[in-house]
């Protein structure tokens, strides 16, 4: 019997007294598809960097087809054949897509380039070669890093959450490219939070469980629920149900919003309009690219409007298109940014003085002096309330796994009490027990009368959590669609422009 293509024995990781991954074995064989499933802090990701040589292993020992390997780099690791797709990811901001490929695939830009769109064009995952990265949002982003990998040809390719960014038709396209390459020899090792895509496409699953294996299944022999219990230890939450509830106050209104990017890569504005009353959830659905950050910092506040369109964005019945981030905040309003690292918090700044960042009217600050003590008290709150794994709230943002970091950021904009809570990308990366407990508290918001508005690109989320959803395609709103009555195949339809996209 031949050997695995990779192994690992006894892999074993510690920052300080936290340990990420304790005695870890694990077999990759050749020409399959290898799911890893864990909760956020499992250990996860962590592991994947000792595979691709970002991290070195306090002990233990990886082979290659047998043989043992010191994997002390991710150029040592690229030049055995493994590729891998971070789920924050490496891209240089200030380069075009081409340039930041051609640092790792030889070849020239024109010749990249066709390449690029020829890999688009086969995966469903488009972007434009000549894009500098900063204008890309976080899906684009992610689109990049796939698309370099496979010009890398690997033979071993580790992908983290690679569908998030993907509309249903693209998904099913995916799938049969990475069967396609597994049939072809490649081993995938293939991390997601969606057990429906694990059971669907992958051959074997360990699952991790602080940061330890607590199990080693055939996933198409186990159900969802069966996989979810293994990963968290506990059985899910029931599924929601929204009840119906009478139409509240005018919490947001966007009347015909225009605006042009100042980004030459950015998407403009073109006629949005949209109404958004206490007491209901309204999704914004469609892929990354299609306005979506645009649409985002108007509403923010981080894009100001002159004074004589101030009344195309109304919140709480008060025109607000001319006011920054702080006066809409004054006025009941909170968000939670797609951008976890950066525009959520400020990686290098703890976690409690990331609370101060928003959270500061709570009785945060005393004669414009920090109260460290109240600070402390509300980050361990949110800590507690959210199942934040963390070491407290002196620990740094930027230390926390993505799902964990999303869990603070929900939480400390939660607590604020808002009546508009605008959230984008909720659960992206975040695992299935701490999706559903998010997905469970908006609603619970919702129920209690705030007005909530989601952008997701997850259209499971959205019809599980929404009364009605829109479709945001090259910078044009969709007619509003009631998820009761309406399919994910009709709102992908929307989503790639097959249907007409009302002005």
């Not at 040592?76 to 901001?93: D, K, N, T, Y």
């Not at 119906?244 to 950015?266: I, T, V």
């Not at 960042?357 to 109240?374: E, F, N, S, V, Y």
Request: proline fraction near 6%.
């Amino acid at each position: 019997m031949p050997a695995p293509l990779l192994s690992l024995r006894k892999m074993t990781k510690t920052y300080g007294q936290t340990v990420a991954n304790s005695a870890i074995d694990l077999d990759v064989d050749a020409g399959s598809i290898h799911a890893i499933l864990g909760e956020n802090g499992a250990g996860k990701s962590t592991l994947m960097k000792l595979i691709y040589g970002v991290e070195r292993p306090d002990e233990g020992e990886v082979l290659w087809n047998g043989a043992r390997v010191h994997l002390s780099s991710p150029a040592e690791a690229r030049r055995l054949g493994i590729g891998m797709v971070f789920q924050h990811f490496s891209l240089f901001e200030t380069l075009t897509v081409v340039e930041n490929i051609s640092l790792i695939v030889p070849g020239s830009k024109a010749d990249l380039a066709a390449r690029i769109r020829a890999l688009g064009q086969t995966f469903g995952l488009l972007v434009d070669p000549f894009a500098h990265v900063h204008a890309l949002s976080v899906g684009e982003r992610q689109r990049v890093e796939i698309i370099r990998c496979l010009l890398t040809e690997p033979r071993l390719l580790i992908l983290d959450e690679p569908t998030s960014v993907l509309p249903p038709q693209a998904v099913g396209l995916l799938f049969e490219t990475l069967r396609r390459l597994r049939d072809g020899g490649v081993s995938i090792l293939f991390i997601s939070h969606k057990l429906d895509e694990i059971r669907a496409l992958c051959d074997r699953a360990t699952i991790l469980r602080g940061g330890r294996v607590t199990g080693d299944v055939d996933p198409r022999e186990h159900d969802s629920h069966d996989l979810a219990r293994m990963m968290i230890g506990r059985d899910m939450p029931a599924p929601l149900h929204l009840a119906p509830m009478p139409a509240g106050e005018l919490r947001l209104e966007l009347a015909a919003l225009d605006h042009e990017s100042d980004d030459p890569f950015g998407i403009g504005l073109a006629g949005v309009s949209l109404r958004l009353h206490a007491g209901e959830i309204l999704g914004i659905a469609g892929i990354s690219g299609n306005g979506q950050s645009e649409l985002s910092r108007l509403i923010s506040g981080e894009i100001v409007l002159p004074a004589s369109r101030r009344d195309e964005i109304r919140m709480m019945d008060k025109p607000v298109g001319h006011l920054g981030p702080a006066a809409r905040r004054a006025l009941g309003f909170a968000f939670v940014p797609e951008e976890r690292l950066g525009r959520g918090a400020v990686p290098e700044m703890s976690l409690a003085d990331n609370s101060l960042l928003t959270a500061h009217p709570l009785g945060l600050l005393k004669r414009g002096l920090i109260d460290r003590q109240a600070e402390a008290k509300f980050t361990a709150t949110c800590i507690a309330d959210f199942d934040v794994r963390t070491s407290g709230p002196e620990a740094e943002a930027g230390s926390l796994s993505g799902g964990n970091l999303q869990k603070f950021i929900m939480g400390r904009e939660i607590s604020l009490h808002p009546q508009l809570l605008f959230v984008a990308q909720p659960t992206w990366g975040v695992d299935i027990g701490a999706a559903t407990a998010i997905r469970h508290r908006l609603v619970k918001m919702r129920n209690a009368g705030v007005a909530v508005l989601v952008i997701s690109e997850e259209l499971e989320e959205l019809f599980e959590i929404c009364d009605r959803i829109q479709v945001l395609y090259k910078g044009s709103l969709s007619p509003s669609l009631d998820p009761r009555g309406t399919g994910p195949e009709e709102i992908g339809r929307w989503m790639i422009g097959a249907a007409a996209v009302a002005p």
